[in-house]
């Protein structure tokens, strides 16, 4: 093999000429070849291949489409899973006023985010534990999500932590702004803003618009040119962070949950639509581009983790004047 980037026999490397393969042909193709290998072929001759046989992935679960896309018609590929778990939130109570802390005398206000018979709610709850009564602060918020019908078990581990646990799997909640207030007897009022234990945390589904372990897609062209055999796809993000203008010199920042099972106007103020965020992908040019052939395999996610290893859901945009054929297959 001629060494390619050491034959420039005028030291010239600021833009070197890289010359062609000694004896190889003007053609070259990319192809799948006998013996589970993809290679560099030109004519007849293989000149380079690299042997696929020794990869092998366990799934558990898969699906095979074929579809044909009409011009400017854009579908999305799900995934086979949204990694569906119980919620959980944890909240720190402060170490230095833990010695505050009764489960027997504190009062809890929040607010929280939940849904009920497919409505969004965004609700205060307070709860406040009642000594005389036997009533801890476990029982009392337990007691306020049951007259509530929310689905959600409080835990009071320890004068640290104050935690909330969905009690099914896939059940969506969110609570912010906890404030802590103790009343020992003879002692001053205590105050206190809980902070979240954001790495404890488990959310109700890890992937909102699903996700798979890995994909083929396969696009089949006709009557188009070999500078436009591509298609347009988009890995749709769990939620999307921008920035709005306030005024000419102020600028705040968005954090918004994509779902893509809505196709109009969002009634979550904190969550856009499909239609939202698809004109955000247009307008801000986030589309990839494939050519004949996509092939990504990614890796499990560890059990009762926040780590992430699956691949998203993607829509698939054929942007030219004729039909493109996708044959895709998704695993998990």
């Not at 018609?73 to 990694?83: D, M, R």
């Not at 602060?137 to 959600?152: C, H, K, Q, R, T």
């Not at 003879?186 to 404890?200: R, Y």
């Not at 939620?239 to 203008?245: A, D, I, P």
Request: net charge negative; aromatic share 12%; proline share 4%.
């Amino acid at each position: 093999m001629a060494d390619l980037f050491n034959n420039n026999t005028s030291n010239d490397y600021i833009y070197p000429d890289l010359p062609q393969c000694p004896g190889a042909s003007d053609t070259y193709t990319f192809e799948f070849l006998p013996g589970l290998q993809v290679g560099i072929v030109s004519g007849s001759s293989i000149i380079s291949a690299m042997g696929l046989g020794d990869i092998m992935q366990p799934v558990t679960g898969w699906v095979q489409q074929t579809k044909i896309l009409q011009p400017g018609e854009l579908i999305f590929v799900q995934g086979l899973t949204k990694g569906i778990t119980n919620r959980t939130q944890r909240f720190f109570i402060d170490d230095d006023a833990s010695v505050t802390h009764s489960r027997d005398y504190i009062s809890i206000d929040m607010s929280l985010n939940y849904y009920k018979n497919f409505r969004y709610y965004n609700s205060n709850i307070s709860a406040t534990s009642d000594y005389d009564n036997g009533i801890d602060i476990e029982n009392a918020l337990n007691l306020v999500f049951s007259d509530n019908g929310i689905n959600i078990t409080a835990d009071y581990v320890d004068a640290s932590s104050l935690s909330f646990s969905g009690s099914q799997a896939g059940y969506y909640f969110n609570i912010t702004n906890i404030e802590a207030s103790s009343f020992l007897p003879d002692t001053s009022i205590f105050g206190e803003t809980l902070v979240e234990d954001v790495s404890s945390g488990l959310a109700a589904y890890k992937y909102p618009n699903s996700a798979m372990l890995g994909y083929v897609l396969k696009v089949t062209y006709t009557d188009i040119i070999e500078s436009d055999k591509w298609i347009e796809i988009n890995h749709v993000p769990d939620e999307l962070v921008y920035y709005t203008t306030i005024d000419n010199s102020t600028y705040s920042q968005v954090t918004k949950t994509i779902d893509v099972g809505q196709s109009g106007i969002s009634c979550d103020p904190d969550t856009m639509s499909a239609a939202d965020y698809l004109d955000y992908v247009e307008t801000h040019n986030l589309w990839e581009k494939v050519g004949p052939l996509r092939i990504w395999i990614s890796a499990d996610d560890p059990e009762s983790s926040n780590t992430k290893n699956l691949i998203r859901g993607f829509y698939v945009f054929n942007p030219f004047g004729s039909p493109v054929q996708i044959d895709y297959m998704t695993i998990l």
